[in-house]
């Protein structure tokens, strides 16, 4: 059974830094990209980026690119995504997504639960 | 960068057909990805390419793509069919996924 288990909420103050996880099972990780979305409180999904664990090929959205980080750690299985200084605008829920097999187009079949960051002073 | 445009909401009542739209320039050339989207949970692939339907998901949701818009219908809906409905593409030009901007479907 595929499954993407994300890592627990998280609050942080503005200026500090956070690594958020997204750890895979139940298929070949990696030989499939896995892509985060935020959601800010209220509004609708933006994809932010997405990274090849095969060979951390990464590509970011514009709107993020130069704000986080998107990695991945084969070795474990685990996506992460990371901020170096975090601001009130972050505060989002996270979520981490499989993207299905194909070169046609980007579906994103399996989704993490998501994890919720608050950033508050 | 690429632009898809959904009604924010969509009204219907139970046993009725949901149709829920995602305008774009020339969206029927793109292939479409729909989300379905419950309070307090993560995103459900229910429609891909276009009109296929992942395993699990009820014969009665739907989908269409032709000229610049992309449809997806939900047949005899019932109250659990009720959430939040995001489309999406790949846009080849920039490489980059685009979310449609999210349509609320209350079933009355």
């Known amino acids: 059974e595929v499954q993407l288990v994300q890592s627990g909420a998280e609050v942080k103050k503005p200026g500090e830094s956070l690594k958020i996880s997204c750890k895979a099972s139940?298929?070949?990780?990696?030989?499939?990209?896995i892509g985060w979305v935020r959601q800010m409180p209220g509004k609708g999904l933006e994809w932010m980026g997405i990274?090849?664990?095969?060979?951390?090929?990464?590509r970011y959205s514009p709107s993020f690119q130069g704000q986080v980080t998107i990695s991945a750690d084969k070795s474990i299985s685990t996506a992460y995504l990371q901020w170096s200084s975090l601001k009130a605008s972050d505060t989002a829920m996270y979520y981490c997504?499989?993207?299905?097999?194909?070169?046609?187009?980007?579906?994103?079949?399996?989704w993490g639960q998501g994890t919720l960051v608050t950033v508050s002073s | 960068s690429y632009v898809m445009t959904q009604p924010p909401s969509v009204s219907v009542a139970p046993g009725k057909t949901a149709r829920i739209t995602c305008g774009g320039n020339?969206?029927?050339?793109?292939?479409v990805h729909w989300y379905q989207q419950k309070p307090g949970q993560a995103p459900v692939l229910v429609i891909y390419?276009?009109?296929d339907r992942p395993s699990g998901i009820p014969e009665r949701f739907s989908g269409s793509n032709s000229g610049n818009t992309a449809t997806l219908t939900i047949s005899r809906v019932e109250a659990g069919d009720e959430a939040d409905y995001y489309c999406?593409?790949?846009?080849?030009?920039?490489?980059?996924?685009?979310f449609g901007g999210g349509t609320k479907l209350t079933v009355l």
């Open positions: 997504a499989r993207k299905s097999l194909g070169s046609g187009s980007y579906v994103f079949d399996y």
């Open positions: 139940g298929y070949s990780f990696t030989s499939y990209w």
């Open positions: 990274v090849y664990p095969g060979d951390s090929d990464t």
């Open positions: 020339n969206i029927g050339s793109k292939s």
């Open positions: 390419y276009d009109n």
């Open positions: 999406q593409v790949w846009d080849s030009s920039s490489d980059h996924v685009v």
